[in-house]
């Protein structure tokens, strides 16, 4: 019998592996006088923006990953990139450069600076694709967009009028308490999880969880029969009964689970214990207790 030859992969089709920009894709704008307004500097490069899809046209590309690169007054670039679900047109990239430059104004504002390194204006703005695809890739079908089209451009023009953040996306990531759990994207960016979800978690919430989850918590009411405070001893367990929560009386309890992260940090960490609530409104609360004060951490619906 013939020794059998080792087999070999398939060659990977140039199609599907990732096709790096051309470097003459890029645009630049430079400014006579530096622009400070969000709005002025994003109408001064709608050429500019212009000028990029033009030279993706012609090399029949599209934009799905652009890095916009906004130089001050004193020579500082600051640069982002941008993702797009689909792909991006000039309009996208004037919203972005402006994007940018609100987040940049914000920083500056909450950041003290010295007057001398102070934000004065933009002198020059870059549009760099960093990533291309095929545009026959993103042709439209025979009988028109499908929904998620339509429903990218409805998302898109809410967000053009709200902001980057004023649409967003929520992840899952890893985390004890609900709040670290849920990760807010803006739309049309990657979401990075701060921590691996699939990742153990000792004292994490099991399924279900809570459908309402309070960012940040609030505070709230719980109390025993004759009105005192309830309190954890040093067993982990109620010093009373809970009878009254937000006002309403207490059908079922369950609890309480301590919860203690970080404790080798020099703060001792977060730490608290969740008690589950059923109040006489067939409201369920999750609730816990940090210190000498109970919060509501969300609420079962």
Known sequence: ???????????????????????????????????????????????TADAVMLALADASLV?????????????????RTWLHPTSFDAADLVDRVRWQLE?????????????????GGIVAARLLPVAVDDAA???PGLFGSGTDERLHHAVSRVQTMLGHQGVVTAALSG??????????TPWGERAVPPRDPRSPWPGSLPDPLPSEVFRPPRPIGVVAADGSPIDIDDRGTLTHDPARIDGA??????????V???????????????????????????VFLAGERWWAEGRYR
């Open 63 to 79: 934009c799905t990953e652009v890095r916009i690169d906004l130089t001050d007054d004193d020579g500082v670039v600051h640069s």
């Open 175 to 184: 985390g004890r308490w609900l709040a670290d759990r849920q990760v807010l």
């Open 137 to 139: 890739h993103h042709q």
């Open 1 to 47: 019998m013939p020794a059998c030859k080792p087999s070999r992969p398939a060659p990977t089709p140039a199609l599907w592996l990732p096709r790096p920009p051309d470097p003459e894709l890029a645009r630049t704008i430079e400014f006579e006088s530096p622009l400070g307004g969000a709005d002025q500097v994003a109408f001064a490069v709608r050429q």
């Open 249 to 258: 009386g207490v059908q079922a309890w369950a609890g309480p689970w301590p």
């Open 103 to 119: 987040a940049l104004a914000a920083v500056t504002a909450r950041e003290p600076v010295d007057e001398a390194r102070a934000f």
């Open 260 to 286: 203690h992260e970080r404790r080798w940090s020099a703060g001792g960490g977060k730490r608290g214990h969740r008690l589950q609530i059923v109040d006489d409104r067939d409201r369920a609360w999750l």
